[in-house]
């Protein structure tokens, strides 16, 4: 059972445009949720997060929105540029209650390409 | 500052053989962890450790063991290889506890004939 869910395996967009992806997550106590990009043969880098208190993060061109009672997150990149060609991972946390985690729940992953 | 790496980067093993996957960090963060991706799939965790001197099962522990060697390595070790073990293998590290912002080493690639 998938817990987190980024169903555009793909996704173009032209340079210049906004870049959205989005994901989906069937656990209601995650409580942080994070995105990574991705180059091939390189470790996931980490891009931004944002907290189950707030719904909406900003970090220069990237802003992660939090809709808690959908359940849903999203990543927004203004403007995309080539070096955001990438595979973004959206992953999650839960900060349980025996004051413990067990590290992220990760998606599949969306493979974002930005054309001149 | 090298943060986290991983040694060695790529790895092709018999079925049956035994190796350990090395990883250090030196940003002094306190939990560890080991991952693998298989194509078309996220990241998987395999172990963890919350800090130095414990270590946990994550979601496909089958065929793993780890050690938490002191504060900055985790290693990972396959005692029999198999097919099914063929992936890329990420650890990564976070400083203060399991489930808040952890970073990624390179990748060690395994292919297990």
Request: proline share 5%.
């Given at each position: ?53 707030k719904d909406k993060n900003e970090?220069?061109?990237?802003t992660v929105f ?51 | ?113």
């Amino acid at each position: 059972d998938q817990q987190v869910k980024q169903n555009s395996p793909s996704l173009s967009v032209q340079e210049g445009r906004i870049s959205i992806l989005n994901c989906d997550y069937t656990n209601s106590m995650f409580d942080y949720f994070l995105w990574y990009k991705k180059y091939p043969a390189e470790g996931p880098t980490f891009l931004i997060s944002i907290s189950s208190i707030k719904d909406k993060n900003e970090d220069g061109r990237f802003t992660v929105f939090l809709n808690k009672s959908a359940k849903h997150l999203s990543l927004h990149i203004v403007p995309s540029q080539p070096g955001d060609s990438a595979v973004y991972f959206c992953a999650a946390s839960e900060w349980d209650s025996g004051g413990g985690a067990d590290g992220l729940t990760f998606g599949k992953g969306t493979h974002l390409i930005i054309q001149p | 500052n090298a943060g986290v790496t991983q040694t060695p980067k790529f790895q092709v093993l018999k079925t049956g053989q035994s190796m350990t996957l090395q990883c250090a960090q030196d940003m002094n963060h306190n939990s560890m962890y080991w991952y693998r991706q298989d194509p078309g799939m996220g990241l998987r965790l395999i172990y963890y450790s919350a800090s130095e001197g414990t270590t946990d099962k994550g979601e496909v522990p089958n065929g793993y063991n780890v050690s938490r060697l002191n504060k900055r390595e985790f290693s990972l070790r396959l005692e029999s290889a198999a097919p099914s073990q063929t992936s890329v293998y990420f650890c990564a590290s976070s400083e203060h506890r399991v489930g808040e912002t952890q970073y990624f080493g390179p990748g060690t690639r395994l292919l297990v004939l």
